[in-house]
């Protein structure tokens, strides 16, 4: 079984509908963080947290909230979906701030 | 502003070293070098990383500039499976990874 899972893996939405986003982890890791990906470019950090009590912004945290529901379970909400959120989706997790992450598979959403 | 830059392609022949280049001018002292890799229809993979010193594992070596300013993934012998986006990040402050457009290497059979 994979360490990191990520559901759904692929997603069509309308504009203005709340979506969520889930990641599970079997890793013990105390650290998660949601990237996307827009087609030919980098990763980009939306969220991380570093323990169920610590969550802060990335890069792009506009238009997305999250929540750690436990150790394991990291969610990502898009609260009124828009076409320019379009992606693809990545959790992570890692054991420490300069430690590895390990990616999940990926959710690809599309809102139309 | 981009923190790291990569050439978008390189190329290389089937069991030949590859030595992907990257510069990040604006490096601070705190800031560690991670090189990852995504290979299609995949989330990213850990390769390597590092501080200052050049760095060895099963995978691949990391050549640091001592000014630090750049920095050198290389493949010792590269095979199909190593073809894949090779993304060279920082992590500021340790906390977040900031990823550029990356290396699209091609691997010639």
């Known amino acids: 079984d994979a360490d990191v899972t990520q559901t759904p893996r692929n997603r069509i939405t309308k504009t203005g509908k709340r979506i969520m986003l889930e990641c599970s982890q079997t890793k013990g890791h105390d650290r998660m963080y949601w990237y996307r990906q827009d087609p030919g470019l980098g990763l980009r950090l939306i969220y991380y947290?570093?323990?169920?009590?610590?969550?802060n912004k990335g890069e792009i945290s506009d238009g997305y909230s999250v929540s750690r529901q436990a150790q394991a379970k990291f969610s990502l909400s898009l609260e009124s979906a828009i076409p320019n959120q379009t992606a693809l989706y990545f959790c992570?997790?890692?054991?420490?701030?300069?430690?590895?992450?390990?990616f999940g598979p990926g959710t690809r959403l599309t809102v139309t | 502003d981009a923190k790291t830059t990569q050439p978008n392609s390189m190329e290389s022949n089937e069991e030949e070293p590859v030595h992907l280049p990257c510069n990040h001018s604006t490096i601070s002292g705190t800031d560690y070098i991670h090189w990852y890799r995504q290979l299609p229809s995949q989330g990213p993979e850990y390769v390597i990383h590092?501080?200052?010193s050049n760095v060895n594992n099963r995978m691949a070596s990391l050549a640091i500039a001592e000014d630090r300013k750049s920095s050198t993934l290389i493949l010792h012998r590269a095979t199909l499976r190593d073809a894949a986006v090779y993304y060279c990040?920082?992590?500021?402050?340790?906390?977040?990874?900031?990823f550029g457009t990356g290396t699209s290497l091609t691997v010639i059979p």
């Open positions: 990040i920082l992590s500021v402050t340790g906390n977040q990874f900031y």
């Open positions: 992570a997790t890692s054991e420490g701030t300069f430690y590895e992450q390990y």
């Open positions: 947290s570093f323990d169920v009590k610590d969550i």
């Open positions: 590092g501080l200052t």
